[in-house]
Each structure stands twice: as C-alpha cells, then as structure tokens.
C-alpha cells in the first residue's frame, strides 16, 4: 500500500464504482 500508493488509490476507486453498481 505504502509501496504502491497510486495502484491503491486506484483500485479503491475502481472499487467506489463497482460497489455503486451492485448497489444500483
């Protein structure tokens, strides 16, 4: 996480849009 802390970033993004989905 330290390490990578853009790929994190990102994947927690990814993640933001896939929990709205299954939400919708």
Partial sequence: ????PLT???RRGFS???TTVITK
């Fill in 16 to 18: 933001s849009i896939v």
């Fill in 8 to 10: 994190f970033q990102k």
């Fill in 1 to 4: 996480m330290i390490k990578k």
